[in-house]
């Protein structure tokens, strides 16, 4: 068979979903008395609304698969916006591939359904198409996106910097090259302090512009990710914040690494909290014994996560996502909440005049 | 109720599977000509046993989920020793956590069924009993093993190490400790110069090391672990040795690095072919849209695998694992593979006079 | 630990909800241009309102699992009073034990959180308490129910029945016990002349009747439940309406019952198209091979279901079916449908004067 | 592209598992003491050959899924012959349209990687050839199978049979026809009088048999299936042999009609005990709150299953059941036990000069 053009197979955008303009909180109520994963999203969703309304409790939003792409970014803007949120800790894809990738102009694309099946990647290959599932990429635009972070990178000073002293960079970025209208989470987080840190940040296209700078600097100075210094700096919001929350979408680095920095506070000798509230949004499995499906109960047993507000949802992202977040927005308790800005908490002298 | 002694509970230790002992070749030789999983697993071990008939196919193992604890500890080990693998990408926890926890004299220990349904979780808190599902551990040890990891990063130069350096220091450090008998992966590989490589490092236990490290050293200089210079490393890697086959336990970041490499080679200009064999052994649903569970064939869209030879095993990692590598094994390819001793590529003089 | 009365344990009800009060229509276009299941479903939501307008199209729907006491049974009972559905083919849990159970006066309860975990159900076991995952019912009310199935079949002439024949006794004994008010799906299916079809009619409460019965009747003349009966006549009715839909509820038997009646009106030497849309709500795993994770391609091979309109959602049903009915019922084709009243295609004199 | 001819597509056999050849007491034994499923599955054998070994425990084997397609239809015939089960609760699938349709001489056929994907099942269907995921099989030779069974039931009496008798009938044809050599399941029990039930009987190719054969006999009398003899018959057998195992594979109606029988022999007056032993091997997810990946322990709460011998396995069937049987067989606990030939007690002297 003859493939489409390529204009033709990226014809159908992905459109990200509002929750500012649907009321979802009929439908999640009524959620509230059933069984199942209907019951647990609602309540899910309260374990998240009550978040909120506890002052002083700081929320880490930790984001892992291929959320952005599949068309929540607006709902994690909104969040950002709305200060739904103080933190994020997202794998890569998310923020670089995919939120600042959308900055720079690019889209992602409906996938014909055949596509989906598999046997046509080597036509998309040859096409200059990546595929995610259902959804599709041009492999020229993310090559831009590489290149958008080498330039970052020389814009650094050479020495180690945490994902988030980068992904910080990459807001002003942005806003220098007047990139960042619309719903884009890092341009967002920037104006707003909240920090993002990417714990395994070199696994993503960022990694690609890292790597042809540290290539093109040989033996000199250069600009290295230090995630240690991530590890760090979430700990040190952790001991200067210790009331927080966990709004974890998806499993793996994410999950893990936001549930450590209750143990590093400790390893540092501060006497913190576990945390207070924690909800996941999850299809994993928890009988292959990964970190990903694990039990928020288990997460407890080390002493992480407190088992009194803790509720897993058994949903894939999509679904449950903008029901649990929307149901926040509608209830309005972030009017009410004070920007923590932490970001401020962590940027040294140095930081903020580079 | 009232929970047993900590000694009682910690009594009945995990016992490593050992390959070289059990003949699997006609069980999984029967399963070929099965349908479902069967026949899946058996092409998959099939396809690793071509691999190491391949002259000059690098292999890369990548690890990912609770696999040392669960007792896999010694086929990893003897995938090393027996050279059936050219370097290794997995998360901190299987390295750190678990594999040089163990060469500290520690072990892990086999939980009560009941203790699975999270119940008894505060309990293990106070009793300081960590839980992976079905295998306990004894949360003083692990910090032993955080010290260990702080004390070898205070011998190391004050400068950005990828994660491969730091873990080659763990395998210095265990020689002159005079703990790397038995089957210790990171001990292993450091003598067969197999680099290891976590993309994550400060997700683990060596993260929390790293932390107090940092934090000790305030505003002086220090050890820091640069995640780009672990991908420029394996890219290196690529371009030194092209033909190359991914054996994958498990997704998350150590399968989306590994299969990078290809691209992140093509970014610096070298003209490497695809991944020429995959095969992964997961439980993770494709339908979520995580790379965790996205098909080889889809990472084909994405220039990194090819699909001749490639297969997926429906499977929690330890059924699969000692049939596929128990049947490698045995048909006795490494026999005549020659050792690749692929971290003398990548180590320069300065790292070999640390 | 003590565990509450048995009042206690069974307080809180399962509340159903209700689609007419609650408009999805604004979510549901929402997820038509995001990625993995928000799509499919959007897309599952549109194939069903396609059905509808359809003109002549037969719709069937296939419940597996425990639906109705999880809160969707008002969801189905006005699918049947607003002419969205032409015949159920059910499990017999969520007919006889959760519906007509419910008609019969009785409740599902919201099990408490550490209920779900399974150290408790000796507790449950004594007090007469049956658990499904979260939700618990009386025992000694299904007793009740067992009771009240084997009076209908001593009601009933002693001879082969189809299960829809004896499920359209129990609405007559509804009526008759003034007992159908509310939402009850059986009494609005006897009302709506909407044949209900219980394949494995035994495997439920009403099987305990039917036991206790023919144990009663020893050797002389007794009701017996003919499956094969059951078959011919849904077939029947694919032979006198020629196209079809199905929307299937989890997988089992019901889904390939309902999709088998294509090849059974071929066997009788009726040329029938095959189901012209298909969709279906599950978490069935396609790769243990079994039917109720087989894909609706798949079914396409054995020449059952037309591969045009075909949707597979991965979703737990309690998440999936009030977005996609609801999506129906808002935009309101129901209105213009005819009701079919395939039951009476069916009914003989004999069964008229029962 | 253009398919290969049906003989190219239908020309790799699936061969069946011989577990009498393969010695996998040393595997299993090494699983014993790892984690996650290998610790399930050791257990699970385990359970198994205690069961074997208990005096007076009756063995229920419970089928669903593709699973005598797949490759294990010896495993079970040798079940049979080596009097490790009593009596066998089946979908119809694994009874009729693939044991006793192999029996007729006919096959199952290895696909192709690429027909997997649905993609070619349009032209499959041109082909007459049907698909189970990575099986096909000729679907003429299935309406042969279908009309063997009309044939049966024309032999009946024309009366109300349960799905042991018709399934028992089966079997007579079989050593008529001369045509059980071989590892035919349904010959293997007619012999052995372990009888088989298939609570859904009509829902397989015997369903289409009977179909024609009703509509050939019109209003006449004619052969019909009554699933509530099945269900009273499977009673009858726990109340004259109170101590009982279930082994089950996959879930589904097999599952709960056989852990049933103990609330319906209550129902009935006898004070019989729990099923004593339970183990499952299944993928299905216990967060959906179907049946089929309900826990064992929920099952308990019925009053169905006792939970000091109780495992899950998580795994596809393939993998886990020539493990879990081969070590049991290898052990040879059954070399001892007597043969139960239960169908003898349920057998009336109508039935023998049939």
Known sequence: MTLPEKTQLLSRTIEHIDITEIDVVPLVEAMRRMSFTARDLARAAEIFDRMLRDDGCG?????????????????????????MVDAIVSN??????QDFFEALGFRHYIAEERLKLGLDDGTLRELHIDRIYDTLIDEDQLRVCDEATQ?????????????????????????????????????????????????????????????????????GPK????????????????VKNTTTGLFMVGG?????????????????????????????????????????????KEASSWGKVDTVFEQMVFSEATLAVPL???YAYQKGAWRDRPASRWSTLLESVREVSA
């Not at 506070?265 to 694990?294: C, N, W």
Request: hydrophobic share 45%; aromatic share 8%.
């Open 151 to 219: 330039r970052i990178a020389e814009g650094l000073e050479p020495r180690p910097h945490s994902s988030r002293e980068f992904i910080r960079a990459m807001g002003v970025f942005l806003e220098r090259e007047h990139l960042g209208a619309g719903d884009c989470i890092v341009y967002e987080a920037y104006k707003a302090h909240v920090p993002i840190f990417c714990p395994a940040f070199s696994d993503c296209s960022a990694g690609f512009g890292l790597v042809a700078h540290q290539h093109a600097c040989g033996d």
């Open 223 to 238: 600009v290295s990710i230090d995630s240690a210094k991530d590890f760090y700096e979430l700990t040190q919001l952790k």
């Open 59 to 83: 929320i880490i939003l930790c984001l892992a698969g291929s959320l952005v792409s599949a068309g929540l970014k607006k709902v994690f803007a909104e969040m950002v916006r709305c200060r």
């Open 92 to 97: 890569g894809a998310n923020i670089v591939d």
């Open 252 to 296: 793996g680095v994410p999950k893990n690494f936001a549930q450590d920095i209750v143990v590093a506070a400790e390893v540092l000798g501060f006497d913190v909290p576990m945390h207070k509230y924690a909800i996941q949004v999850t299809v994993a499995d928890v009988r292959d014994g990964a970190l990903s499906g694990s039990t928020l």
């Open 324 to 326: 649990i977040v929307g």
